[in-house]
């Protein structure tokens, strides 16, 4: 399975949610292939934000490797699930769809948790570090989910 996360920037939300999902994965022996990647091109070659990186450490998971980029129209055709981390998001990525089937890849990452909510995992950008950790601790949950789910 080929599974993409993607928020606006690809430097906060997204990175955590690929190096969880890889760290998952990884203890699960499940050979998916993970990425992230953002709507816009704000941060295009940057690592994570500093504290995606320190959350993420803290957790035993290492992401300072990643860079951002921004999502393109092959990857509409080359991932299996591309989960949107936020409405906005979402709403950026349908539009970039030339077809149903992929329409049908798209997913709200929080419908995972929180099925017809409509819900975004909150954006930590101008927070403080305590909020990185309470995304890191959302994303995780629903990371749970997936590999449950799709193993």
Same mark, same amino acid.
């Given at each position: 399975? +080929?599974?993409?996360?993607?928020? &606006? $920037?690809?430097?906060?939300?997204?990175? &955590?949610?690929? $190096?969880?999902?890889?760290?998952?994965?990884?203890?699960?022996?499940?050979? %998916?292939?993970? !990425?992230?990647?953002? @709507? *816009?091109?704000? *941060?295009? $070659? #940057?690592?994570?934000?500093?504290?995606?990186?320190?959350?993420?450490?803290?957790?035993?998971?290492?992401? *300072?490797?990643?860079?951002? =980029?921004? &999502?393109?129209?092959?990857?509409?055709?080359?991932?299996? =699930?591309?989960? @949107?981390?936020? @409405? !906005?998001?979402?709403?950026?990525?349908? =539009?970039?769809? @030339?077809?149903?089937?992929? =329409? +049908?890849?798209?997913?709200?990452?929080? #419908? #995972?948790?929180?099925?017809?909510?409509? +819900?975004?995992? +909150?954006?930590? %950008?101008? $927070?403080?570090?305590? !909020?990185?950790? #309470?995304?890191?601790?959302?994303?995780?949950?629903?990371?749970?989910?997936?590999?449950?789910?799709?193993?």
């Amino acid at each position: 399975m +080929k599974i993409l996360f993607v928020c &606006i $920037g690809n430097i906060c939300r997204s990175p &955590i949610a690929e $190096g969880v999902l890889k760290h998952l994965a990884e203890e699960k022996l499940v050979p %998916w292939q993970i !990425d992230s990647a953002g @709507t *816009h091109n704000y *941060h295009v $070659g #940057e690592p994570p934000h500093s504290s995606s990186i320190k959350v993420c450490k803290a957790n035993k998971i290492d992401i *300072h490797n990643q860079q951002s =980029r921004q &999502i393109t129209l092959d990857d509409l055709t080359n991932f299996d =699930r591309i989960y @949107t981390l936020a @409405t !906005d998001v979402h709403q950026d990525v349908l =539009r970039l769809c @030339t077809s149903d089937a992929q =329409r +049908k890849k798209v997913t709200l990452f929080l #419908e #995972e948790l929180y099925p017809g909510q409509q +819900k975004s995992v +909150k954006d930590p %950008w101008y $927070g403080t570090y305590p !909020d990185y950790e #309470e995304v890191f601790a959302e994303i995780t949950e629903v990371c749970k989910i997936i590999i449950r789910k799709y193993s």
